[in-house]
């Protein structure tokens, strides 16, 4: 299903020092997902489960570089060890931009 318009999650991680803090640095990432619940990638042979957190992947990634990563994955003989209901269950996902942020303290305000 197709989440129009897409999601944008603004994730907020403080890490306070006696509730001062001076400086903010913001991380762009992506993470999978579906219906507006993440996704657990280490289900998707068995079906899409959700998770309460999300998986986090580089902003490069799409489903299409998962798909074709989880195509090289082979045993020694050639056989594909990656079933089909996994590539079923991710084409089902979007890949969706998370910004963590992140507050820390400069040593200058202590």
Do not use: R, W
Not at 46 to 71: F, H, R, V
Not at 86 to 98: D, N, V
């Amino acid at each position: 299903m197709a989440l129009n318009p897409p999601f944008f999650i603004h994730a907020v991680i403080c890490c306070f020092y006696f509730l001062n803090y001076k400086q903010m640095k913001e991380t762009k990432f992506k993470t999978l997902m579906h219906c507006g619940i993440y996704v657990d990638a280490n289900l998707l042979e068995k079906g899409i489960y959700g998770c309460s957190k999300p998986y986090l992947y580089n902003m490069d990634e799409t489903i299409e570089t998962m798909i074709a990563k989880a195509e090289k994955v082979q045993d020694m003989m050639g056989k594909h060890l990656i079933s089909d209901k996994y590539f079923e269950s991710l084409k089902q996902c979007q890949m969706i931009q998370l910004f963590v942020t992140e507050a820390y303290v400069s040593e200058n305000c202590l």
